[in-house]
C-alpha cells in the first residue's frame, strides 16, 4: 500500500502520533499520510487503506485482489 500510495503522489511519514492511527492530510497542497507508529499494526493498516480509499486515481492502479477488495468497499457511500 505504501507503494500504491506513492504512485498517486502522496507523500507517507511514520510518526509518533499517540496511537489514534494517523490519517490523510493536505499540508501546503502537498498530499500527506501520517503512520502512527503508536498505534497496533491493524489500526495503521486501516488508516492506509482509508488513505487509499478517498485518493483519486486509486482506482487506477493496481492493488492486490484482497487491498483491492477492501479499499472498494471503503470507496461506497
Do not use: S
Not at 490523510?24 to 499520510?33: E, S
Not at 485482489?65 to 471503503?74: F, H, K, N, S, Y
Amino acid at each position: 500500500m505504501l507503494e500504491a500510495l506513492d504512485r498517486l503522489d502522496v507523500d507517507v511519514r511514520c510518526e509518533r502520533c499517540g496511537g489514534g492511527g494517523g490519517g490523510l492530510c493536505i499540508l501546503k497542497g502537498k498530499k500527506i499520510v501520517f503512520i502512527d507508529l503508536d498505534a497496533d499494526e491493524i489500526t495503521r493498516l486501516e488508516c492506509a487503506l482509508q488513505a487509499l480509499a478517498c485518493l483519486p486515481g486509486a482506482e487506477t492502479i493496481f492493488l492486490p485482489p484482497a487491498t483491492r477488495e477492501r479499499v472498494d468497499r471503503l470507496r461506497k457511500p
